[in-house]
Nanobody, 124 residues
Framework: QVVLLESGGGSVQAGGSLRLSCRDR????????MGWFRQAPGKEREMVAR???????RYADFVNTRFTISRDNAKSTLYLQMDSLKPGDSAMYYC??????????????????WGQGTQVTVSS
């Protein structure tokens, strides 16, 4: 059973915005290390942004202030606000939680709970 449910993906033109949401259906993981990852066809999965339990955030270099990760613990939901989207941002976006480690990581292999993904397509 999928416990992380992403939504908010879609098709936009370059320069547009999307807000992705990831709801933790079990109200268990939103307090863990959580992150957004993406994977384009033929490419490796890569971290986009992640947040730690103390609220610290970290972004991939390619984000360059365009995206904002946030979490609402009361709603058990993780968000990714994406602005100034580029065609290169087109990918399947996944949220994930790492419940097995005390420190958070950019490495997607460390994340053990995954959603099914939401597709983002940016046209030029």
């Amino acid at each position: 059973q999928v416990v992380l449910l992403e939504s908010g993906g879609g098709s936009v033109q370059a320069g547009g915005s999307l807000r992705l949401s990831c709801r933790d259906r079990e109200y268990r993981y939103v307090s863990s290390c959580m992150g957004w990852f993406r994977q384009a066809p033929g490419k490796e999965r890569e971290m986009v942004a992640r947040t730690q339990t103390d609220g610290t955030t970290r972004y991939a270099d390619f984000v360059n202030t365009r995206f904002t990760i946030s979490r609402d613990n009361a709603k058990s939901t993780l968000y990714l606000q994406m602005d100034s989207l580029k065609p290169g941002d087109s990918a399947m976006y996944y949220c994930a939680a790492d419940t097995a480690h005390l420190t958070c990581s950019d490495d997607h292999h460390r994340y053990n709970i995954w959603g099914q993904g939401t597709q983002v397509t940016v046209s030029s």
